[in-house]
């Protein structure tokens, strides 16, 4: 007896392709819109960039730019969602007949607030064990005090080779390895060694005394 399995596999695709031939007809059939705009915060004073702007199920969307301005192709019917992690998820519908084929919008984000309860974090299991890992624990030398009071240059420099870099310097290092990507897109970095500028105005300065000891 042979087994039913390879008819109900062919029917199912012959069911399966005969749908998507019907959608695709369906979508054919529906004019394309353009859609854009921008994308603002609740107050509509700053843009919002990196906003997820998709239509559900279609495989189609795009991310708001550096100032909030998007622009993506739509079918009538189509239902657009924006989307971003902190804000409430909007979804915009698109008439089902258009007379234009262009839409724009100003699309505004709310603040997503979600209150959590307190939780407290404890990190031993018991008072007992925390009591025990306290008493094992091997204090270091008391910092190092001079006789005005503060604290002594080797216990500043210890100190500071343990800090992490501040807010001002990450935000530093991010600006010049933005530069260096700039330079690497546009073209080689410029190499002052080799620059005949440079080297005329290192031999005037010679020339003029800049480099020799000033008493």
Known sequence: MKS?????VFLLSIFLFLGSQNTFAQ??????????????????????PGVNIYVPKKGRGTTSGRYGYFSMPVLEGDSVVFSFIGLKRQTYKVPEVMEDDKISLIVTMQVDEIALAEIEVMPFPSEDEFKRQVLAMNYEAPLVIDSRGNMSAETLLRYAEQMPASGNENWRYFQQGRVMQIQDRYGPRPFTLLDPFAWSNFIKSIKRGDLKKKD
Not at 4 to 8: E, G, M, T
Not at 35 to 48: F, K, M, P, W, Y
């Open 4 to 8: 039913p399995i390879p008819h109900i």
């Open 27 to 48: 979508d054919t059939e529906r004019k394309v819109i353009q859609i854009s705009g921008i994308v603002l915060n609740a107050d509509s004073t700053d843009a919002v």
